[in-house]
T-cell receptor, first 116, second 112 residues
Framework: DAGVIQSPRHEVTEMGQEVTLRCKPI?????LFWYRQTMMRGLELLIY????????DSGMPEDRFSAKMPNASFSTLKIQPSEPRDSAVYFC???FGAGVATDTQYFGPGTRLTVL | GDSVTQMEGPVTLSEEAFLTINCTYT??????LFWYVQYPGEGLQLLLK?????DKGSNKGFEATYRKETTSFHLEKGSVQVSDSAVYFC???????????FGAGTRLFVKA
């Protein structure tokens, strides 16, 4: 399997611009997670989906952030408008299971976002 | 709520030294415990896991034992290599939940 695929790998944009990050989970996985990683705050869970339905978006920092999962093989995380404090590495992860404790998450390589 | 606490880094060791990275947790149910590793410029990879008390997870020479009595899951390796230099994350996933709770990560540097 190709693993979790994320694009782009690097994104540099200017404040105020819209940014869209993309994720393709591992085929057959039914849960998808978006994380943000910064030096100051570590790894933060932003939102997760199960069977394409958002289950918990309490980690989404504010209304500027939105995420969608239109089908089982694709998800997007959008930031509009972007701000310098959004600069971070954004990871997508997927897992297979019913949300039980033994489920293992598989991470993508991340998208490094820089907002100038 | 559930939480994971791991030792602060960075940890700097010479090649072939013994490694211990401490991890303790707080959980209300019967969690599974994980160690993930992140190499520079990459995403997190599962290193090992244990799903119940007294289980030992092991992989690539690393080991960790699920200790319910001390709520710990310390990572050990008998002889580290330069290629083990990375950030290590302890994590738990509680029963009935989708979330994985990660520790802050411990950076390991191994010198030749």
């Amino acid at each position: 399997d190709a693993g979790v695929i994320q694009s782009p790998r690097h994104e540099v944009t200017e404040m105020g611009q819209e940014v869209t990050l993309r994720c393709k989970p591992i085929s057959g996985h039914n849960s998808l997670f978006w994380y943000r990683q910064t030096m100051m705050r570590g790894l933060e869970l932003l939102i997760y989906f199960n069977n394409n339905v958002p289950i918990d978006d309490s980690g989404m920092p504010e209304d500027r952030f939105s995420a969608k999962m239109p089908n089982a093989s694709f998800s997007t995380l959008k930031i509009q408008p972007s701000e310098p404090r959004d600069s971070a590495v954004y990871f997508c992860a997927s897992s297979f299971g019913a949300g039980v404790a033994t489920d293992t998450q598989y991470f993508g390589p991340g998208t490094r976002l820089t907002v100038l | 709520g559930d939480s994971v606490t791991q030792m602060e880094g960075p940890v700097t060791l010479s090649e072939e030294a013994f490694l211990t990275i401490n991890c303790t947790y707080t959980a209300t149910g019967y969690p599974s415990l994980f160690w993930y590793v992140q190499y520079p410029g990459e995403g997190l990879q599962l290193l090992l896991k244990a799903t119940k008390a007294d289980d030992k997870g092991s992989n690539k020479g690393f080991e960790a034992t699920y200790r319910k009595e001390t709520t710990s899951f310390h990572l050990e390796k008998g002889s580290v290599q330069v290629s083990d230099s990375a950030v290590y994350f302890c994590a738990l996933r509680d029963t009935g939940g989708f979330k994985t709770i990660f520790g802050a990560g411990t950076r390991l540097f191994v010198k030749a």
